[in-house]
């Protein structure tokens, strides 16, 4: 019975750990696609002399 019990803790403690890293990468390519369109703005600006 212990051993199922554990088991199941560091399952779920592996899925937590997978969770927190997928957020992590989520929020950080948010971040970047934001960054790359201000440049992308930022370049446009330049090509039609503004």
Do not use: P
């Not at 592996?14 to 992590?24: D, G, Q």
């Not at 929020?27 to 369109?37: E, W, Y």
Request: proline share 0%; aromatic share 2%; hydrophobic share 45%.
């Amino acid at each position: 019975m212990r051993s199922i019990r554990r088991n199941t803790r560091r399952t779920v403690a592996r899925a937590l750990v997978y969770t927190l890293a997928l957020a992590a990468l989520a929020v950080a390519g948010c971040n970047t696609v934001k960054g790359v369109g201000k440049d992308v703005e930022g370049a446009g600006k330049a090509i039609q002399g503004e």
